[in-house]
């Protein structure tokens, strides 16, 4: 049984191959934090804002990660090319900017509801629902072409995509999140 | 299949998903919104927050991963039982990676903002928090994760294409939660 045993599934075995890659993306996570930081002053005067940052990273983060979960599927299935016109590449990319221009109005007019029942209504309906929606138009068109290159580059490097891009999509989307929810709100405030 | 088939199925397929998870990040905002006072206590507590909700996704995501991998090649039976030493090895060494990079966070962050002359709090103080906050997260989500892959299973679900909308959506509740109850905490005990 000892002999069977492999370190997939020891505590240090499932550690090691993990730490590495988890050291390496929170020291990006950090860097976003920093950017957050920098707008803290406004964040706290203006509490929607504050409640649009975990949703705004997040659906970033996931719109990336579902477009390259698919694109890696149909990668290991053998349908995928990467020719700029191959209809699955161009599909998934009008997929995600719609899916990013359906979710992000409805989030933003939810966040200023949510804010002005539990805090106070400290920015306009439309000025929150505008950040939202530029936000999340500027981020699809981000999270598909990041999504593109990572995969690409995952199939380029001989890298099964499930293993590297899912994360780094992820992650950079989160990233991405704040930087654009920073640069809209400069635009927009 | 032409562009627009692909982009009508891909669309159908994650909308529901992106729309559970935006829920889930919507609370885990009104939490934050909810943390000013907090906030502006505990300098620099705001840049260790991407940090530590993106490990709850990496984390427990990976833990969902590979006990569903485990399931389909039975490895791991659906039951919830510490005396499985697989099961006990994945969730120790999510719990560890967890706690570890959530501190990790705050040793990276506190001397960036010392050289770029912004205000923090001590280490201790921030470090402390991330641990606390990665100590709780991290027993919620594993319960969460563990329970949704099994239980989807044993209903004949794709525990595979459950872990994903279960962790976002739930690790950004859980992660800003338990951030609250951190600072908190850490604040009644002085720091700061």
Same mark, same amino acid.
């Given at each position: 049984m000892s002999g069977a045993r492999s370190s997939t599934w020891t505590v240090q075995g499932i550690a090691r191959a993990m730490l590495p890659l988890l050291a390496v993306l929170t020291v990006v996570e950090v860097g976003s934090g920093l950017v957050l930081d920098t707008f803290e002053e406004q964040l706290l005067r203006y509490p929607s804002l504050l409640v649009l940052v975990p949703v705004t990273i997040g659906t970033a983060g996931n719109l990336g990660? &579902?477009?390259?979960?698919?694109?890696?599927?149909?990668?290991?299935?053998?349908?995928?090319?990467?020719?700029?016109?191959?209809? #699955?590449?161009?599909?998934?990319?009008? +997929?995600?900017?719609g899916l990013a221009v359906t979710i992000f109005p409805v989030v933003g007019a939810a966040a200023w509801l949510v804010t002005s029942i539990t805090v106070s209504a400290d920015l306009g309906f439309v000025t929150v629902v505008l950040v939202a929606t530029l936000s999340g138009a500027v981020l699809a068109v981000l999270a598909v072409v990041v999504t593109f290159v990572a995969t690409y580059a995952a199939y380029r490097l001989r890298l099964d995509p499930d293993d590297v891009v899912i994360p780094v999509v992820t992650n950079t989307c989160d990233v991405l999140g704040v930087l654009v929810l920073f640069a809209v709100v400069r635009l927009v405030l | 299949m032409s562009v627009r088939e692909v982009a009508v199925d891909a669309y159908r397929e994650a909308l529901p998903v992106l729309a559970a998870s935006a829920v889930g990040g919507l609370f885990a905002g009104v939490v934050l919104g909810g943390m000013r006072a907090e906030l502006e206590?505990?300098?620099?507590?705001?840049?260790?927050?991407?940090?530590?909700?993106?490990?709850?996704?990496?984390?427990?995501?990976? /833990?969902?991963?590979?006990?569903?991998?485990?399931?389909?090649?039975?490895?791991? +039976?659906?039951?919830?039982?510490?005396?499985?030493?697989?099961?006990? +090895? +994945?969730?120790?060494?999510?719990m560890a990676n967890g706690?570890?990079?959530?501190?990790?966070?705050? @040793?990276?962050?506190?001397?960036?903002? *010392?050289?770029?002359? #912004?205000?923090?709090?001590? /280490?201790?103080?921030?470090?402390? &928090?991330?641990? &606390?906050?990665?100590? /709780?997260?991290?027993?919620? *989500?594993?319960?969460?994760?563990?329970?949704?892959?099994?239980?989807?299973?044993?209903?004949?679900?794709?525990?595979?294409?459950?872990?994903?909308?279960? @962790?976002?959506?739930?690790?950004? @509740?859980?992660?800003?939660?338990?951030?609250?109850?951190?600072?908190? /905490?850490?604040?009644?005990l002085g720091g700061g």
């Open positions: 990660s &579902i477009l390259a979960a698919r694109l890696s599927t149909a990668f290991h299935l053998g349908t995928l090319s990467f020719a700029p016109d191959d209809d #699955r590449l161009l599909g998934n990319a009008v +997929a995600t900017f | 206590a505990v300098a620099g507590l705001l840049v260790l927050v991407p940090a530590l909700l993106a490990t709850r996704g990496n984390v427990y995501g990976a /833990l969902g991963a590979k006990l569903s991998s485990a399931l389909h090649q039975g490895l791991v +039976a659906p039951v919830f039982d510490l005396e499985d030493e697989r099961l006990r +090895a +994945a969730i120790a060494a999510a706690v570890l990079v959530s501190v990790f966070a705050a @040793v990276v962050a506190y001397p960036v903002l *010392l050289v770029l002359s #912004r205000p923090s709090a001590s /280490l201790l103080t921030l470090a402390t &928090i991330a641990f &606390i906050a990665g100590l /709780l997260s991290g027993i919620a *989500l594993t319960v969460v994760v563990v329970f949704a892959v099994f239980v989807g299973y044993r209903r004949g679900l794709n525990p595979d294409t459950l872990v994903g909308p279960v @962790v976002t959506t739930t690790g950004d @509740v859980f992660g800003m939660a338990t951030l609250l109850v951190a600072v908190r /905490l850490v604040l009644a």
